[in-house]
């Protein structure tokens, strides 16, 4: 099944790890849905920008493969929305600047380098909504312990050391493990032109608070008032009784 112009359905759910482990990786509708926006939004338009072949080394994992790899609780592969990809004689810091680059529409791009030749780029696009964060993994023990996010400046000043000065590149490799953050938050929504105009006409707090106090003091005049003409009131009629 082709889901976009130049990716399918089986190379989007194919793993390496699967089939040795036997464990079936089939998305369901909505699934397969997710992995057609993130190929027409972002793969093709990124392949165009190489002209040349984007590898899928791990698009879709099913939940028993993602338990069996250690992924995320929350990963974005679960859902279809993500993959890891390289592209065979070319640079994987080229593949990540690229995605930046283009501006394309992107929830999270992690340049991941386990080693010097184990070296991806995950991507994902959630329909619903980008973040755009970008991110360097940082490997302890071969494991990525940490994903700082970076700004776009800094991820398109970075350098390959892996390349070599005449722009050889090796050949590189993949280890199918967890390779994004724990915890995914769900994008917030843009609030509407009619949300934004109600909320920047509700009064900020300071001017509540001095709302509130001058309700508070005309409310203690206002009874202070009250008391006295009262008190008043009663004198005036104690006089005319004594008369």
């Known amino acids: ?58 698009g879709y994992r099913g939940p028993a493969l ?16 993500a993959a890891d990809i390289q592209a065979s004689g070319k640079s994987i810091l080229e593949l990540f ?8 529409p992107f929830d999270q791009v992690i340049y991941e380098a386990q080693s010097p030749t184990v070296v991806w780029v995950h991507v994902s696009h959630n329909p619903a909504g980008n973040r755009g964060q970008i991110m360097r ?27 070599r000065r005449d722009g050889v590149v090796p050949e590189w490799s993949y280890v199918e493990a967890a390779d ?30 001095a709302r509130r106090t001058s309700i508070k003091t005309k409310s203690v005049k206002s009874t202070s008032a009250k008391r006295t003409s009262v008190k008043s009131k009663t004198n005036r009629s104690k006089q005319k009784r004594r008369r």
Do not use: W
């Not at 089939?19 to 093709?44: F, G, H, K, Y």
């Not at 600047?97 to 394309?104: A, D, F």
């Not at 953050?181 to 001017?207: D, I, L």
């Open 180 to 209: 994004e953050p724990e915890e995914v938050e769900a994008p917030r929504a843009k609030p509407t032109k009619k949300q934004a105009a109600k909320r920047a006409a509700k009064p900020r707090p300071a001017k509540r608070a």
């Open 137 to 163: 993994a940082e490997f302890e023990n071969g494991r990525a312990v940490r994903y700082p996010v970076i700004s776009a400046e800094t991820a398109l000043a970075m350098t390959d050391p892996n390349v």
């Open 66 to 81: 993602n338990t069996l790899i250690h992924g995320a609780k929350r990963s974005q592969h679960v859902e279809g929305k």
């Open 1 to 58: 099944m082709n889901l976009s112009r130049f990716f399918t359905l089986a190379e989007m759910t194919r793993s390496d790890t699967a089939t040795r482990a036997n464990i079936p990786n089939e998305p369901t509708q909505t699934e397969i849905a997710n992995l057609r926006a993130l190929c027409t939004s972002v793969l093709d338009p990124l392949r165009d920008a190489l002209g040349g072949p984007i590898k899928v080394s791990s």
């Open 97 to 104: 600047q690229t995605v930046i680059r283009l501006n394309l």
